[in-house]
C-alpha cells in the first residue's frame, strides 16, 4: 500500500484536530428565551419542576435590574444590544422622534418594521456579521433591517393567544432551525408574551398568573425535552430571562391630568399611564412644568436636564423635554372618563423590586447550581457575545460583570481552544497533503541509476 503508517498516524492526528475544532464551534450554540412579565420571585409563588431542574443543571441570579423605564420594548431591545435606552434608542413604547418627525407605537407595525428607528446593533446581526445563522421568533426590533441585516429566519409578530398548542408550535420551529441539516442556526431567540398579559389583566398576585407560571414551567420542560431528544444537551447553551416585572394597581391610585395641562400648548403629549412624555410648544416650556409639576405628589416631573444621571435616560433627542413618572403603583389618566384601568402594570422606576426579572442559565458553558448576585440587563449581550465566540458591538456592559456565571476556564478561553485547534487541525493537513503528494509522485520523483530505470519511468508514464 502506498500509504505508510507516518501517513496513517497523520491521518489519525488530522482527524482528531478537526473534530476538537468541531466539538468546540458546537459549543457556540445559544437559545436565549424570554417569558415577558416574568417577574423575579413568581418562580416561588407555584411548584415549578421544569425550572427547578433547569437551574439545578445551571446558574440563577436572585433576579437582574432591568432598564429604565421598565418597558417591553425598551428592555427587550437592551438584552439584544447591551445598551441603555437612551444609547439604543427605544427609549419607551411610544415616544417622538424629531429628527424624523414621527411618533412610534409599539402597536404601529409600519414603525415597527421601520430600521431608522433602531439603533445599536442586535445580537443577531452581530453574529451574521461573524459569519453565523440567526433564527429569531418574534423578538422586539427582528422585523426591522438593522444596519442592512434581518435575521436569517424569523417571524412578523402577530397578536395570539397564549395555548399551550402554539407556544409549542413555536418551540418546534425553533428546534427545526436549530437542527437544520444544511444551515442550521447557532443563534436561536424565543419570546412568549406570558406571564405579563396575564399580569395585566388579573393582577400579578391573582390565581390566573400562578396557572400562567405553571404553562411557563410546562414549556420549559418541552423545550429542554426537545433539546435532549435530539442530542443537543452539551452542544446549547440556554438563557431564560425577561423583560422586567409588574407590581399591583388599584382604581383610588389614580390622578388625572383634567385642569392642569393645556395641549393646544405642546407638539406632543404621550401619556402611557405610568408616566407621560411631553413637548411643549416654544415658549410655554415654563408654564406647562409648573402646572405639571403641581398635580400630586405620586408623580414626579423632570425637566430633561434634570433627570437623575443613574437612570441613563437623558442623553437622547426622543426623550421628552419634560418628563413624567408615577409613582410605583400610581397611574396617571388623561381626564375623569379614562378607563385605563388594568390591574397589573409595570413601566416603573427600575429599582423597585416588583419591576425585577428573572436570569436563568444552563448549558455546556455554565456553572452547576450556582446563585449568583444580581447584575443589570445590559450585561447579557456581551455574556452572548462570548459563548458565541464573537466580538461584540460597543456596549455599555462589561464581560467581568457576569464571567462569574461561567464553568471554571470557560470564560475566555473557548474561543481559544477552537483557534488553536483550526490551526493545529490546519497544519495537519497541509502535511498530510504534502505526504500524499510525495506518495503519488514517489516513483517519477526517484533519480534514476541507470538507462534502464529511464526506460522503466517511461512505460510508468505511458502507462498511466
Keep these: 500500500m502506498w500509504i505508510g503508517k507516518s501517513t496513517i498516524h497523520i491521518w489519525i492526528l488530522t482527524l482528531w484536530s478537526l473534530a476538537s475544532y468541531a466539538h468546540a464551534k458546537q459549543f457556540e450554540r445559544l437559545l436565549l428565551i424570554s417569558f415577558d412579565g416574568f417577574r423575579w420571585d413568581y418562580l416561588s409563588k407555584v411548584d415549578t419542576p421544569n425550572f427547578d431542574r433547569f ?34 434608542g427605544i427609549v419607551a413604547n411610544e415616544f417622538y422622534d424629531p429628527d424624523l418627525g414621527m411618533e412610534f407605537h409599539n402597536h404601529n407595525v409600519t414603525n415597527v418594521q421601520d430600521g431608522r428607528f433602531w439603533g445599536g446593533e442586535p445580537i443577531w446581526v452581530t453574529n451574521q456579521k461573524n459569519g453565523g ?79 400562567m407560571i405553571r404553562q411557563c414551567d410546562n414549556i420549559t420542560g418541552y423545550i429542554l425535552d426537545q433539546i435532549a431528544e435530539h442530542g ?26 383634567d385642569g392642569h395641562v393645556d395641549e393646544t400648548k405642546t407638539d406632543h403629549f404621550l401619556n402611557y399611564v405610568i408616566g407621560a412624555s411631553v413637548w411643549p410648544k416654544s415658549g410655554f416650556e415654563d408654564e406647562i412644568y409648573k402646572n405639571l409639576s403641581a398635580i400630586d405628589e405620586h408623580v414626579k416631573v423632570w425637566r430633561k436636564s434634570e433627570i437623575p444621571a443613574e437612570y441613563h435616560y437623558s442623553n437622547n433627542k426622543r426623550i421628552p423635554e419634560i418628563l413624567m413618572a408615577a409613582d410605583e403603583g400610581w397611574g396617571i389618566k388623561q381626564n375623569w372618563d379614562d378607563k385605563h384601568y388594568l390591574l397589573g402594570r409595570h413601566g ?19 456553572k452547576k447550581g450556582y446563585v449568583s448576585k444580581p447584575f443589570e440587563n445590559v450585561q447579557i449581550y456581551g455574556l452572548m457575545c462570548e459563548l458565541l ?29 477552537w483557534q488553536i485547534a483550526l490551526l493545529v ?36 508514464l505511458e502507462g498511466a
Excluded at 436572585?62 to 435606552?85: M, R
Excluded at 447553551?237 to 416585572?245: E, F, Q, R, Y
Aim: negative net charge.
Design 389 to 417: 465566540n464573537i466580538v461584540p458591538a460597543p456596549n455599555n456592559g462589561s464581560l467581568d460583570a457576569v464571567s462569574h456565571l461561567l464553568a471554571d476556564n470557560v470564560s475566555r478561553s473557548v474561543n481559544l481552544v
Design 348 to 366: 416603573f422606576n427600575n429599582s423597585e423590586m416588583d419591576m425585577h426579572p428573572i436570569f436563568l442559565a444552563s448549558g455546556p458553558s455554565f
Design 232 to 257: 443537543l444537551n452539551d452542544l446549547v447553551n440556554i438563557i431564560i430571562t425577561s423583560d422586567h416585572g409588574m407590581t399591583n394597581m388599584s382604581k383610588d391610585r389614580f390622578i388625572t391630568l
Design 55 to 88: 437551574i439545578a443543571n445551571g446558574v440563577k441570579a436572585d433576579w437582574i435590574k432591568d432598564t429604565y423605564t421598565s418597558l417591553t420594548f425598551p428592555n427587550h431591545y437592551t438584552i439584544v444590544t447591551g445598551l441603555y435606552e437612551e444609547s439604543h
Design 133 to 211: 445563522t440567526s433564527g429569531v421568533f418574534y423578538w422586539v426590533g427582528s422585523e426591522a433591517e438593522i444596519k442592512g441585516y434581518r435575521p436569517n429566519h424569523y417571524a412578523n409578530y402577530t397578536v395570539h393567544n397564549a395555548s399551550m398548542e402554539l407556544w409549542v408550535n413555536h418551540t418546534d420551529q425553533v428546534i427545526d432551525w436549530m437542527t437544520d441539516p444544511k444551515d442550521p442556526v447557532n443563534l436561536a431567540l424565543l419570546y412568549f408574551k406570558e406571564p405579563d398579559a396575564t399580569g395585566h389583566r388579573f393582577g400579578p398576585d391573582s390565581p390566573e398568573v400562578e396557572d
Design 425 to 460: 487541525g490546519g497544519t495537519l493537513c497541509v502535511i498530510l497533503l504534502v505526504c500524499i503528494v510525495r506518495e503519488l509522485f514517489k516513483p517519477y520523483l526517484k533519480k534514476p541509476k541507470s538507462l534502464h530505470d529511464w526506460d522503466d519511468r517511461s512505460a510508468l
